[in-house]
């Protein structure tokens, strides 16, 4: 087979698994022929976390399906508030449902909050941990004149039944973490013969006009 045939043959081949295939080099953002897109206005979680104890600063955990999935061993003192429906369902969902977080807005009550780290851990059912620390005051900026806000457009995280984030919430504070899924698990697709990875290439929101966006704004001019 010559060169040319072969090249020829690997493109057809990949316009078979890529229904949008147009044999540029470039990769990014295809989308498999059965692959689900997720709904850009249902890959939001807006997460509320307080610590009601005036004197002592308390460990939130959140997510961890399968270490804690009624939230039984939350802190009396802390509360988790999840906007479009609650901890407990999410964690029931991470059950056959995992996720990708691909975006984190942070938003505090007290600046000092963003000095304390997040602890991302990652269990066993045979007891080993895999832990990290997550840094929130690396993301303040001169340019960010919200003291109490921090955009992590980069934070990316894949959550399990066996992922959970533990943060320190200072005494009478209360943080709000908004996360922008990037991809989730759909397991009903099998049964339809569709892939089971729903994906979205849209970036978290920010509030800030990214290049593109401000390259198109220009070109309309």
């Given at each position: 087979?010559?060169?040319?045939?072969?090249?020829?043959?690997?493109?057809?081949d990949?316009?078979?698994?890529?229904?949008n295939?147009?044999?540029?080099?470039?990769?990014?953002?295809?989308?498999?022929?059965?692959?689900?897109?997720?709904?850009?206005n249902?890959?939001?979680?807006?997460?509320?976390?307080s610590?009601?104890?005036?004197?002592t600063?308390?460990?939130?955990?959140?997510?961890g399906a399968?270490?804690?999935?009624?939230?039984?061993?939350?802190?009396?003192?802390?509360?988790?508030?999840?906007d479009?429906?609650?901890?407990?369902?999410?964690?029931?969902?991470?059950?056959?449902?995992?996720f990708?977080?691909?975006?984190?807005?942070?938003?505090?009550?007290?600046?000092?909050?963003l000095?304390n780290?997040?602890?991302?851990?990652?269990?066993?059912?045979?007891?080993?941990?895999?832990?990290?620390?997550?840094?929130?005051i690396?993301?303040?900026?001169?340019?960010?004149?919200?003291?109490?806000?921090?955009?992590a457009?980069?934070?990316?995280?894949?959550?399990s039944?066996?992922?959970?984030?533990?943060v320190?919430?200072?005494p009478?504070s209360?943080?709000?973490?908004t996360?922008?899924?990037s991809?989730?698990?759909?397991?009903?697709n099998?049964?339809?013969?569709?892939?089971?990875?729903?994906?979205?290439?849209r970036?978290?929101?920010?509030?800030?006009f990214?290049?593109?966006?401000?390259?198109?704004?220009k070109?309309r001019?």
């Amino acid at each position: 087979m010559s060169y040319l045939k072969r090249i020829n043959a690997i493109e057809a081949d990949a316009s078979r698994n890529y229904h949008n295939f147009s044999g540029d080099v470039e990769m990014y953002g295809y989308t498999g022929g059965n692959m689900e897109e997720l709904d850009a206005n249902d890959r939001t979680l807006t997460i509320k976390i307080s610590n009601a104890n005036t004197i002592t600063a308390k460990v939130a955990r959140v997510f961890g399906a399968s270490k804690d999935l009624n939230d039984a061993l939350l802190d009396p003192d802390i509360t988790i508030l999840v906007d479009e429906s609650s901890h407990t369902s999410v964690k029931a969902e991470l059950l056959q449902n995992p996720f990708r977080i691909g975006g984190l807005k942070y938003v505090v009550s007290d600046a000092l909050q963003l000095n304390n780290s997040f602890s991302i851990i990652e269990s066993t059912s045979t007891g080993s941990e895999t832990r990290k620390k997550w840094q929130p005051i690396n993301y303040r900026s001169a340019m960010n004149q919200i003291t109490t806000q921090i955009d992590a457009p980069s934070f990316d995280l894949l959550v399990s039944a066996n992922t959970y984030i533990e943060v320190l919430i200072n005494p009478s504070s209360s943080v709000t973490m908004t996360v922008t899924l990037s991809q989730k698990a759909a397991m009903r697709n099998v049964l339809q013969n569709r892939q089971v990875a729903t994906t979205s290439f849209r970036p978290a929101p920010t509030g800030t006009f990214d290049k593109p966006a401000i390259a198109a704004l220009k070109e309309r001019m």
